[in-house]
């Protein structure tokens, strides 16, 4: 009994990306509502247009992506679409991550409102992607992949796809995992020639200063190989069993009282009683693989694909080590603008400084001192924080200049 109203106290202090929801103690380990379209449950009740749209990656997963406009493009005759822009989530989240406050706080709403053609991204295993062509969910193979394949498929497959429907190059947004699934991908030249800027919010490609004494724990306590040696390849925490982990790295001796700022960081605008709103959304799932890979990048400073061992190495790669994704490859000309947060345990300032000394570009940067992890979409002062001047940088490129 004790136990459970342990629980009960952490669902309300918990991450949005390692959360659990009250849900997961009723012993049912699935989404209890019927699940409607992410356009029908977030973005038509606030009034704004939305259209569902699904596509293929190369290795067979079928995506669910969102297009979202401004109510007022109704109204016009001609209606005429801004430039596209593509919303990246992180780890554990998916693409109504963008809209999850009010429409005057959320970056999707918003950059509707100013009249960008919206497209919102939401990676395989989430609940917003359609699954697999031939794989069912409850198959190893299904969740065989990390952000290497978010990168190099599902991201690349939105650009693509993106790209053929408008006839544009497009701005892309990441958070999070999206910011080294977008500095992943950008290192490809027939991927980045289809982009016109990018803006990386709590941008991250090294990992080894990371300071969240949760992820930390769970790092030093092997926690991503216990899991894929249990034959646990779907990392759910709506589920019982992802839930009941969370608690047990707690029982280790981390306090765990407010267990979103020991992921991460402090953060300093969030709006405590919406909650158990977000938490209706996050989180969503991902692979136990995933998590493996953040972790190796975190024990061995490395931006490199999965390292799957020397011998396996040699097999899949042909060398002993897992080739570098090379930050210097990726193209000048590419126009980037970075966020990133004086609080965030996760892309910490010194990893960050190591990303941007090998970047051949020099972006334009904003430093929010007292930003955790979180508050890059999620502060209630994101707006004129963040959102402004990211959209005044897109403004000031030459296409979008007319909007
Ligand atoms: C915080 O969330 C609550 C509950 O959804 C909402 O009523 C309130 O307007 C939000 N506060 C701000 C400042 O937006």
Not at 303 to 324: C, E, Q, W
Request: aromatic share 10%.
């Amino acid at each position: 009994m004790a136990r459970r109203r342990w629980l009960v106290a952490l669902a309300i202090t918990v991450s949005i990306l390692f959360g659990i929801i009250a849900d997961s103690f009723d012993g049912g380990g699935g989404h209890p509502k019927q699940q409607l379209s992410m356009c029908a449950e977030l973005i038509l009740p606030a009034g704004y247009p939305c259209s569902e749209y699904m596509i293929e990656t190369k290795d067979g997963f079928l995506l669910g992506l969102q297009r979202v406009s401004s109510s007022s493009l109704r109204l016009g005759s001609a209606p005429q679409r801004g430039p596209p822009i593509l919303l990246q989530h992180g780890l554990f989240m998916a693409g109504d991550a963008w809209f999850l406050n009010n429409p005057e706080q959320s970056l999707g709403f918003i950059l509707a409102d100013h009249g960008f053609d919206v497209w919102v991204g939401n990676v395989r295993g989430t609940r917003w992607s359609h699954g697999h062509i031939s794989l069912s969910e409850k198959k190893k193979k299904f969740w065989d992949w990390s952000w290497e394949e978010l990168a190099l498929y599902d991201l690349a497959e939105m650009i693509n796809y993106i790209n053929s429907v408008t006839n544009s190059k497009l701005f892309v947004v990441g958070h999070s995992q999206g910011t080294i699934m977008s500095l992943a991908a950008f290192t490809q030249p027939e991927i980045v020639e289809k982009v016109e800027a990018a803006a990386l919010l709590s941008p991250i490609s090294y990992l080894d200063h990371v300071s969240a004494p949760f992820v930390l724990r769970m790092v030093s306590m092997h926690i991503d190989q216990i899991i894929l040696d249990m034959g646990v390849h779907q990392l759910n925490f709506k589920s019982e069993w992802g839930a009941s982990l969370l608690v047990s790295i707690c029982d280790t001796g981390l306090s765990c009282e407010d267990m979103l700022a020991s992921i991460t960081g402090q953060n300093c605008c969030f709006n405590d009683s919406r909650v158990a709103y977000y938490l209706e959304q996050e989180p969503h799932p991902s692979s136990s693989k995933n998590l493996c890979h953040l972790f190796q990048m975190i024990r061995k400073g490395t931006f490199s694909k999965y390292d799957y061992g020397i011998l396996k190495n040699l097999k899949v790669y042909g060398t002993s080590n897992p080739p570098k994704f090379d930050l210097r490859s990726i193209t000048k000309s590419l126009p980037l603008w970075m966020a990133y947060g004086g609080n965030d345990a996760l892309a910490d300032i010194t990893d960050f400084q190591h990303t941007l000394k090998e970047l051949q570009s020099t972006p334009e940067v904003v430093y929010l001192e007292n930003y955790g992890h979180v508050d890059f979409i999620l502060s209630l002062r994101a707006k004129q924080d963040l959102y402004d001047p990211m959209i005044r940088f897109f403004k000031s490129l030459g296409k979008s200049s007319s909007i």
